[in-house]
């Protein structure tokens, strides 16, 4: 079956840019499913950021669209995430998801923290 | 603050019933966009628990029910055992936010 691994950097200066790549293995990337990113800030609930389609169509939350863009690199078969202008408000743990209505399944997750 | 609004805790005994509210409005559970329940254990990442209302993945127990009503979503749980102890979290579309959303989240402990 579909799984997703997020990696990127644990550790992201303040006013940098967060990186973060979600490999998908076990199935097709072109497939009619959204791939999407959500955060979970410590202690916090969860807050979808976005999502791409395979053709490359996006939805941003419009609370993060100015500093959010994902992409999708179908040779291999991984979608990515990058948020600019970091702050300590974006320390979360970040996840990818497929999305085909709901969200199924996710990746483990991987903690980001904004720090100098 | 989240458009869909679920109580911060419940808690039950073994056994007993608990249900979970998630409350939404005109441009989301009411304007008949379906609704997720997602449960997260702790350390781990969200898992599928009920899709489209009340469908429920394979593998998971039918102790789980979700049901959707007017602008308001729940789900239920029968026969609590100490696994269920988890975060619990509803999700749907907006369409005034146009975009996908999540409840804050229901901590539900098993006593």
């Given at each position: 079956?579909?799984?997703?691994?997020?990696?990127?950097?644990?550790?992201?200066?303040?006013?940098?840019?967060?990186?973060?790549?979600?490999?998908?293995?076990?199935?097709?990337?072109?497939?009619?499913?959204?791939?999407?990113?959500?955060?979970?800030?410590?202690?916090?609930?969860?807050?979808?950021?976005?999502?791409?389609?395979?053709?490359?169509?996006?939805?941003?939350?419009?609370?993060?669209?100015?500093?959010?863009?994902?992409?999708?690199?179908?040779?291999?078969?991984?979608?990515?995430?990058?948020?600019?202008?970091?702050?300590?408000?974006?320390?979360?743990?970040?996840?990818?998801?497929?999305?085909?209505?709901?969200?199924?399944?996710?990746?483990?997750?991987?903690?980001?923290?904004?720090?100098? | 603050?989240?458009?869909?609004?679920?109580?911060?805790?419940?808690?039950?005994?073994?056994?007993?019933?608990?249900?979970?509210?998630?409350?939404?409005?005109?441009?989301?559970?009411?304007?008949?966009?379906?609704?997720?329940?997602?449960?997260?254990?702790?350390?781990?990442?969200?898992?599928?628990?009920?899709?489209?209302?009340?469908?429920r993945p394979?593998g998971v127990?039918?102790?789980f029910?979700?049901?959707?009503?007017?602008?308001?979503?729940?789900?239920?749980?029968?026969?609590?055992?100490?696994?269920?102890?988890?975060?619990?979290?509803?999700?749907?579309?907006?369409?005034?936010?146009?975009?996908?959303?999540?409840?804050?989240?229901?901590?539900?402990?098993?006593?």
């Amino acid at each position: 079956q579909v799984q997703l691994q997020e990696s990127g950097p644990g550790l992201v200066k303040p006013s940098g840019t967060l990186s973060l790549t979600c490999a998908v293995s076990g199935g097709s990337i072109s497939s009619s499913n959204w791939w999407s990113w959500v955060r979970q800030p410590p202690g916090q609930g969860l807050e979808w950021i976005g999502e791409i389609y395979h053709t490359g169509s996006t939805n941003y939350n419009l609370s993060l669209k100015s500093r959010v863009t994902i992409s999708i690199d179908k040779s291999k078969t991984q979608f990515s995430l990058k948020l600019t202008s970091i702050t300590a408000a974006d320390t979360a743990v970040y996840y990818c998801a497929r999305r085909n209505n709901w969200f199924d399944p996710w990746g483990q997750g991987t903690l980001v923290t904004v720090s100098s | 603050q989240s458009v869909l609004t679920q109580p911060p805790s419940v808690s039950g005994a073994p056994g007993q019933r608990v249900t979970i509210s998630c409350t939404g409005s005109s441009s989301n559970i009411g304007a008949d966009y379906d609704v997720h329940w997602y449960q997260q254990l702790p350390g781990t990442a969200p898992k599928l628990l009920i899709y489209r209302n009340t469908n429920r993945p394979s593998g998971v127990p039918d102790r789980f029910s979700g049901s959707k009503s007017g602008t308001s979503a729940s789900l239920a749980i029968t026969g609590l055992r100490a696994e269920d102890e988890a975060d619990y979290y509803c999700q749907s579309y907006d369409s005034s936010l146009s975009g996908l959303v999540f409840g804050r989240g229901t901590k539900l402990t098993v006593l």
